[in-house]
């Protein structure tokens, strides 16, 4: 029997990782979750430009008889996420689910953004080899020496980003690393994007609409607080793994 080459053919599937969003649900009313996410987001509604998003239920602290599965849906896509599939799903819970056309991925191999695993402490790394080749250097920091405008986006895929010039508002910093401006910054700052809690964000002039480091986020609708408003600024994640909270603090750089 003669198959058609796969060139020729009109469809392929190969199997994948599915690199995607875990939205981790402790709440399932559109409502609640709405008045939260306004309030973790800022209301912009373009914020997480059109990525994949697998809802976790794990996280329930009971369990809802129902789900407002198209509302929940409408809703998470307003924030420009795209509800793909559910795991850790309750049994009664499933049949909605799938009416509403989202997959079941409790088996599927997710890129989950977990935090990267620690560092082996002293006593359990291996003695270095007198032959070991030296470790490769990470080179990847991304240097951006003009003024980032609204509307534009800079990620810094695996590494650092360093700007330095001004970030207007609605300009958008993203890297998988740490951020360091050296302008003012207006607009938002996400860093440790890939899951990385040691991921700091420095700005000699901070003014930030919105900041995040491994998925912890601060607004600032309200303004910025008196001791930071454009003051050189350090924010970064503290607590422990589980309570982290984002911390600024105001630095003094003479």
């Not at 559109?30 to 306004?38: G, Q, T």
């Not at 809802?55 to 509800?83: E, K, M, T």
């Not at 270095?128 to 609204?150: K, V, Y």
Request: hydrophobic letters at 45%; glycine letters at 10%; one cysteine or more.
């Amino acid at each position: 029997m003669t198959f058609p080459s796969a060139a020729s053919r009109a469809i392929e599937f190969r199997n994948a990782a599915l690199g995607a969003t875990i939205a981790v649900l402790r709440e399932t009313a559109p409502a609640l979750l709405a008045d939260d996410l306004h309030k973790m987001l800022g209301g912009m509604p373009d914020f997480f430009n059109g990525e994949a998003a697998v809802l976790d239920f794990a996280a329930l602290p009971h369990l809802p008889a129902q789900v407002d599965w198209a509302g929940l849906i409408s809703l998470l896509r307003r924030y420009r996420l795209q509800p793909v599939g559910v795991r850790n799903l309750p049994p009664e819970l499933v049949d909605g689910a799938r009416r509403a056309g989202l997959a079941l991925l409790d088996g599927a191999e997710l890129r989950d953004r977990q935090p990267p695993s620690p560092a082996p402490t002293r006593a359990q790394a291996p003695a270095p080899a007198a032959t070991a080749a030296p470790a490769p250097i990470n080179a990847g920091t991304l240097f951006i020496d003009r003024p980032l405008r609204s509307g534009q986006q800079i990620y810094a895929r695996g590494g650092d980003l360093v700007v330095l010039a001004g970030v207007s508002h609605g300009a958008e910093l993203i890297a998988d690393g740490s951020i360091h401006c050296y302008g003012p910054l207006r607009g938002r700052a996400l860093a440790g994007a890939q899951g990385n809690t040691a991921a700091r964000i420095v700005a000699t002039n901070f003014g930030a609409e919105l900041i995040s480091i491994a998925g912890m986020y601060r607004t600032f609708e309200q303004g910025i607080p008196e001791p930071l408003a454009g003051r050189a600024v350090l924010a970064r994640l503290s607590g422990p793994a589980n309570e982290h909270k984002l911390d600024l603090q105001p630095l003094q750089l003479d």
